[in-house]
């Protein structure tokens, strides 16, 4: 994989252009650092055209992580974690819209029955559904999930039109997302909390409970990655589901959350949804197709040594879609 120019393309060769697989996880030993960093400084400071087209993902997803942040302290840990699902929605509208991607009819169906799911819930919040703390915010807290999930859907969308439309590796990308995170970040502590950090220290604060957070959040964001790259959708779709059932567990146990039926419906909807849109397009079709043959008066009858339709259609054009992250590590040129 070669450095990516300005406009797409790679890179002529030169003294700077090094191969992309010196960023490729356990290729920096001590005889290649020096290619690393020739290969850094012509992919991200020489092709910075390039580089600059990652600063509005990683603007959104900075403003993102703060949403959430916002969202976690004004909702209960489990209505979050349904109503957070609605990621799914919106990352699906905007790569319609982005990406011409078409979705078939159980697809649709199962955006529809998430919305539904997630609206259930929310009337149970707004219900007054048990005891909550004084300092939370439903309405507060209700928009920024959606403002997270927007922002979510829009970037991840966009982040995989990028790379798509080059050639620059799946670790370029995140290098470059970093970067501008990072100097994003900084800007935003300075002008929210200069002063204290200027006279506590930057660590400040840094409990154990904060730091089990942070290794947290590093460890799911590759976790996710492996997920992405080993496993399928539907797996991920059971991930998604049992992290709902964990979430309400753990908010019954630690913050005596109440179940009422209301939020076990919503919860169910938008379980089953997540599940049904994560099924390969192959086994929605043949759902499909099922249901058709069992609901109509006959079936037609294939002429001797003619094999069934479903064997001549059932895998063609099959496309596994992944609603909830940028394909980073599939179907990118020139990895």
Known sequence: MAAVGS?????????????????????ATAGNVKHLVLFLHEAVLVQYVDTLKLAVPSLIYTLQNNLQYVAISNLPAATFQVTYQLKILTTALFS?????RSLSRLQWASLLLL????AIVQAQQAGGGGPRPLDQNPGAGLAAVVASCLSSGFAGVYFE?????????VWLRNLQLGLFGTALGLVGLWWAEGTAVAHRGFFF????????????QAFGGLLVAVVVKYADNILKGFATSLSIVLSTVASIRLFGFH???LFALGAGLVIGAV????LPRGTAKAIASASASTSGPCTRQQPPGQPPPSQLSSHRGDVSTEPFLPKLLTKVKGS
């Open 205 to 216: 604060g840094y409990t154990p409970a904060v730091w089990g957070v942070v290794l947290n």
């Open 161 to 169: 039109k990028i790379l798509k439309g080059s050639s620059g590796s």
């Open 96 to 100: 319609v819209l982005m990406l011409n």
């Open 259 to 261: 179940v009422d039926p």
């Open 7 to 27: 406009g797409g393309s790679p890179a002529s060769a030169g003294p700077g252009a090094v191969s992309a697989g010196a960023l490729e996880p356990g290729t």
């Open 275 to 278: 599940y049904l849109y994560s």
């Open 115 to 118: 919305f539904t799911g997630v």
